[in-house]
């Protein structure tokens, strides 16, 4: 497992004009043994684990806002003189679902009562006087990005397959290791396909069901914050969930008025396809609301 001590040399030398938010990787941060063809991961200061935490959020991986944000915070810390210690404690907390996403994974935890469970006025806290609650994590606890045509593009667990892909087993294999030793926390896979990694772990016994946003033993999704999941959130935060063929059938009308505007006919294929989808986040909500109102 990379650590801090092994690159803080390097993020001591990192000019800040080359920490903005969509400032380029830093090749001297590559970690080569999590590299290949397909990813390339980098190192930023993720370290810090809350062991005390009693509330776990799982995402996916750092992306570049993230990365530069963890740097900078890191960064500007050591320069006021902090031990190795709280300099990733301060990186983690200022740089966790920065950005935009941030803002929407607050809105969600509040709107589904998790501030009241942890007995604060707003999830918001989290990031702040509440940060002891909270640990924060991802599957991929490096940022990885993918590689395409010598671009690197923020990693977001289609391909290669989060779950499946051989070069990412030592990382979950941390990942293992990290969520068992914040054993007093609920942990909350943020998306479909972090739960489909943490499910992993429930069904081969390292992780208890238990420990988990589960619905009947099976874990469960709470919606990924990103921007490009605005279904997902959008029904989540509905106060109730219509039916789902009143749900479907509505976004399909709507397509249909945005298909014709672009002179497009619809056939059907693509309209099954399209309800289908659409069914399936459904289900998804419903799958959310149900494990959340069932946990004691």
């Known amino acids: 497992m990379t650590t801090f001590a092994q ?151 289609g391909s290669p397959t989060l779950s499946t892909y051989a070069g990412f087993r030592a990382a979950l294999g941390d990942l293992r290791e990290e969520l068992l030793s914040v054993p007093k926390a609920l942990v909350l896979p943020l998306g479909d396909k972090v739960a489909s990694v943490i499910q992993t772990l429930v069904d081969t016994g390292d992780l208890p069901a238990d420990r988990v946003l589960n619905l009947a033993g099976k874990v469960v999704e709470f919606p990924h914050p990103s921007g490009a999941n605005g279904e997902t959130q959008a029904l989540a935060l509905m106060p109730t969930l219509p039916q789902a063929e009143t749900y479907a059938a509505s976004k399909l009308q709507a397509y249909r008025v945005k298909a014709a505007a672009k002179g497009k006919h619809l056939t059907q294929t693509e309209e099954r396809t399209y309800l289908n989808k659409r069914t399936s986040y459904w289900n998804r909500a419903l799958s959310t609301r149900q494990a959340i109102e069932s946990m004691a």
């Open 7 to 157: 690159f803080k040399d390097v993020m001591a030398k990192l000019a800040p004009e080359h920490l903005q938010s969509d400032s380029p990787s830093h090749q001297a941060l590559l970690i080569p043994h999590r590299s290949d063809r397909l990813v390339r991961t980098y190192y930023a200061p993720f370290d810090h684990v809350n062991t005390e935490a009693r509330l776990v959020l799982v995402g996916i991986t750092p992306g570049r806002e993230q990365m530069n944000n963890a740097l900078r915070a890191a960064r500007l810390a050591m320069i006021r003189g902090l031990d190795d210690s709280q300099v990733i404690a301060h990186a983690k907390q200022a740089a966790s679902f920065s950005g935009p996403m941030r803002e929407k994974l607050i809105e969600m935890l509040d709107h589904y009562g998790f501030n009241t469970r942890l007995g604060i006025h707003s999830c918001r806290e989290l990031w702040g006087d509440a940060n002891h609650m909270v640990h924060f994590t991802s599957a991929l606890r490096n940022p990885v990005f993918c590689t395409k045509k010598g671009k690197e593009d923020n990693y977001t667990g």
